[in-house]
């Protein structure tokens, strides 16, 4: 997978702290809590918007009973929207720290940490221990992965259960 400080050298991963800033302008504080729908214009980084997630919720048939990996997760928006709209719990995995601590604090600052746990990691390499998923996405970040794309997969597909997702 393409490594961390690759990715920086793309524009919209330079600057995560736009997201605070876009907080402020909206009249929120730097760490009262968070209405999860206000992010819902901006914590996406893929441009599919909250329809194609919609669409992807009916197709899964996504409900609470639903455990999803969201790998490449970026600011954790698609699983902050997918818990908040089916009550499903998501693992959301992000290989840059910085990206990772600021998805993990709009998920708390959201009420939606209950839900949705975040992680550091490759997913070429990624180990998740005693849990399986009832479906994986990765939306963008297969674009991101390099020649290691098979390997990525390869992993993921590991980590759903049999008749699952990807």
């Given at each position: 997978m393409a490594d961390s400080k690759s990715i920086k050298a793309m524009k919209m991963y330079q600057h995560v702290d736009r997201v605070y800033k876009e907080l402020k302008m909206m009249g929120y504080k730097d760490d009262g809590p968070l209405k999860a729908e206000d992010l819902w214009t901006f914590d996406h980084w893929h441009m599919l918007g909250t329809h194609?997630?919609?669409l992807l919720?009916?197709?899964l048939k996504l409900d609470s009973t639903h455990d999803v990996l969201d790998a490449g997760s970026g600011l954790g928006g698609t699983s902050r929207y997918l818990a908040y709209r089916t009550g499903c719990r998501a693992l959301a995995v992000e290989m840059q720290p910085d990206v990772h601590a600021v998805a993990e604090t709009l998920t708390r600052r959201s009420d939606l940490a209950d839900h949705v746990e975040h992680v550091?990691?490759?997913m070429?390499?990624?180990?998740v221990v005693n849990r399986q998923f009832d479906a994986a996405i990765a939306i963008m970040m297969l674009v991101h992965v390099g020649p290691n794309r098979e390997k990525v997969i390869g992993n993921i597909c590991k980590h759903v259960k049999p008749g699952g997702t990807l």
């Open positions: 194609t997630l919609d919720i009916r197709k550091v990691g490759d070429a390499e990624l180990k």
